[in-house]
């Protein structure tokens, strides 16, 4: 088993993964039996988004009991299943933590809104007054509690109650939750908003002319301090399951995986979260790239980044995790991130950087190129090994998202005009169309299930789908499944620096990944033009989207990586 930082991640959405029972929604023994299809594909480890007990306000991501599995994906008793057939495999098995916040269903919301002198009142964030903070999920993020007559804070959906981090006790529930699930041998953790745990105390109003920015939630005072005590406390005594039979304390080889989703994080700031020194997470992944997703971005979208600018993101950060120190710290030693261009928050990557309905192989095999030979340990989005695109949606009944929804009961309710835009921007930002089911054939119901499915499948699933992708030589699987291999066996790939070597090329992402003598060059041409071959750059193609021996000038969207001499 390969440590964190020479693993590769494939992140499933357990409510479109695979239905084994028919009831339309993803289950846990589905992914048991696409256990060896994730084995096959040669990924490490799994991350599976929320499967505990959820009123599915938000899909999972808001918990009302942490140590229970939602009855819809199945037992405690599949879950052991699961981790188990992982193990078998090799896999490691990380879990979801979402403790910025939990259910309002959870048992200590019931408690803490009944009374003020309730125990578990100082659970949540409760307020006499409050200030002009917004909610990610449209409007102000403090709700009435008629029953006491008071505010609790949501910064997410109103049944997404902000945990209060400054209370002892509260912390020391969540960690011993964290111990429920290690004991059982998980592998770690992809933490949920993790920068927004510490508050500032003063709750300020937005700093003028920053009105509804979300990012200044993130860093709070005491962040690093609750990040220490949690690894102190928690995370430093367990191992990935690689620790039985490895003997000793838990090192870069065995130590749990943890993944800070790190919305609000600068580059400069990042190695406060995974410098080596500070015993806080192993990995960060930020948001320099993702879709901007505000309210308003649905009636004005953001203009896509130009690939210089998309080159300088990866530059910036791989430059600011080497860096040994951070914002207010000259020794935190260096870090590390996971790297990704797609997740369930955002719209498929192929649809978003490639060209699917023109050179739908190439693009996605192009941009799985550069993905997977980058510094940083790659997150694979499930579907985006076949290729899957964003979905046509034709009305907002289509679309389950509660950020979509609500953003269209403020926006176009009371402005029917907006509807044409805001849903034409949704076909191309909104969360949903990574959803929506995973293609496995073109069954009806994709082979995702034999029932109603509980999101729209893309129609596209009739000719993009695995059972075809695995019985073609030349499928975006195939190619996958090649270039993942092709970084486990080499070791530059992991470790070796990253340089950018045409950073202001408007089409070619041409970088270099350097290690104890071997040198790797990755040459894309992230675009539909015939492009002269970079001049400066020889070798020998081990891998190429256009065939191992292509040589000359770039094809469409042609990517090679080459060991150079
Ligand atoms: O996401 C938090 C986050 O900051 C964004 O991804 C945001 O939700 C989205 O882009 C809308 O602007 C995490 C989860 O990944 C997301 O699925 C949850 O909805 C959210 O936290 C609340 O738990």
Request: proline share 6%; aromatic share 12%.
């Amino acid at each position: 088993m390969p440590n964190y930082k020479e693993s590769v991640i494939y992140q499933i959405y357990p409510r479109s993964f695979a239905d084994s029972d028919g009831d339309g929604v993803g289950d846990l023994r589905g992914i048991i039996s696409k256990l060896d299809y994730l084995a096959d594909l040669g990924v490490d480890v799994l991350w599976l988004s929320p499967i505990f007990e959820s009123p599915n306000a938000d899909n999972g991501y808001d918990i009302s009991d942490y140590e229970a599995i939602m009855p819809q994906f199945g037992t405690m008793a599949d879950f052991d299943e699961l981790l188990a057939g992982a193990h078998e495999r090799g896999l490691n098995l990380i879990l979801d933590l979402v403790v910025n916040h939990s259910s309002d269903e959870h048992r200590w919301f019931v408690e803490s809104r009944k009374s003020k002198d309730n125990p578990y009142r100082d659970y949540y964030i409760w307020r006499k007054e409050i200030n002009n903070w917004q909610s990610f999920f449209s409007g102000p993020a403090w709700k009435l509690d008629e029953q006491t007559g008071e505010y609790y804070l949501h910064l997410f959906a109103e049944k997404q109650p902000d945990l209060n981090w400054e209370n002892p006790r509260l912390r020391q529930e969540i960690y011993q939750m964290m111990r429920f699930w290690l004991d059982k041998g998980v592998d770690g953790f992809r933490m949920d908003v993790i920068p927004f745990l510490s508050k500032d105390p003063d709750f300020p109003d937005y700093p003028e002319g920053r009105f509804g920015d979300l990012t200044i939630h993130a860093n709070g005072p005491r962040i690093h301090e609750f990040l220490q005590e949690m690894h102190r406390e928690v995370l430093t005594h367990y191992t990935t399951h690689d620790g039985n039979r490895i003997a000793g304390p838990p090192d870069r080889r065995t130590a749990l995986i943890t993944i800070g989703e790190g919305f609000g994080v600068s580059a400069s700031q990042a190695n406060l979260y995974v410098g080596e020194n500070r015993h806080e997470l192993g990995m960060i992944y930020h948001f320099d790239h993702a879709v901007p997703r505000e309210e308003h971005r649905l009636i004005h979208p953001a203009p896509e980044f130009t690939l210089p600018q998309l080159k300088a993101i990866f530059s910036n950060w791989n430059a600011a995790l080497e860096t040994p120190e951070a914002e207010g710290d000259n020794q935190t030693g260096t870090g590390w991130q996971n790297v990704y261009f797609g997740n369930h928050d955002n719209p498929r990557v192929l649809s978003r950087f490639g060209d699917p309905d023109h050179f739908h192989y190439q693009s996605a095999t192009a941009l799985a190129t550069v993905l997977l030979t980058l510094r940083g340990t790659p997150g694979i989005y499930q579907g985006d090994e076949i290729g899957m695109t964003n979905c046509p949606f034709t009305s907002i009944d289509e679309f389950d998202d509660i950020q979509v929804r609500n953003a269209w009961q403020v926006l176009v309710v009371p402005n029917p005009d907006l509807a044409n835009t805001f849903l034409t921007t949704a076909n191309r930002i909104a969360r949903d169309h990574a959803r929506t089911p995973m293609q496995w054939s073109n069954a009806p119901g994709a082979g995702f299930t034999t029932g109603k499915p509980w999101l729209k499948i893309n129609p596209n699933a009739s000719y993009v789908n695995v059972a075809d992708q695995q019985a073609g030589n030349q499928s975006v699987l195939a190619y996958y499944k090649r270039l993942i291999h092709l970084r486990k066996q080499t070791p530059a790939l992991h470790h070796g620096t990253y340089r950018d070597l045409l950073p202001n090329h408007p089409d070619l992402w041409v970088f270099s990944r350097a290690w104890n003598g071997a040198v790797y060059v990755t040459v894309a041409n992230l675009s539909a033009e015939v492009i002269a071959f970079p001049e400066a750059i020889s070798g020998t193609t081990v891998l190429g989207n256009y065939g191992d021996s292509a040589s000359g000038p770039l094809q469409a969207w042609e990517a090679r990586v080459i060991k150079t001499e």
